[in-house]
């Protein structure tokens, strides 16, 4: 959905966790301001695990030999996330030209063709996670497509479920 008012461009976009790509439709420049806020209601499932866009932490405790994962062990946590430096299922947002054309699952009502990256390293420089209510005002140093996703394993996204929408918006 995108309203415009005052020169000011709104997009709201879902960014369901099953997929691994969500992209917004709206085009960063560089050397633009922006500002991106999340849904505060909205829930995102890691299997059994439900989570807002901020996510969860684990770590491997070494008496049960496992990592630990919203209080108890859990196997998969022993995979490794797309982008390390944030939870498990974050809100990660990145920027860049997406040009492999994919066709996205059928979610309700929801079928696109869409486009995603041909290597994931070339987005990688330009995450960032969303970890604050009011959300994350920032000047961009690239061009592209703001594209966000729940922070997974690559191989882990079959038992995600829920979505959040997130807004994008440019700051004048």
Known sequence: IATRSNSIINVIFPVYSTIKWN???FYIR??????VVVDLGGIWYDGGIATSYVGYKSYFDSIS???VGNGRCRSHLRFKRRFSEANWF???CGIGTLLQPVIL???GNYIDTR???L???SFYNTFFVINKNEGIEF???WSGELVCFANDAHNLYWNNAGFINVTISNVL
Do not use: Q, R, W
């Open 139 to 141: 000047t961009s140093k």
């Open 119 to 121: 290597d994931e390293t």
């Open 65 to 67: 030999n496992c990592y």
């Open 23 to 25: 992209p917004s439709g």
């Open 115 to 117: 486009f995603l990256p």
């Open 105 to 107: 699952p059928n979610i």
């Open 30 to 35: 560089a050397g633009h301001s922006y500002k």
């Open 90 to 92: 974050a809100m990660v």
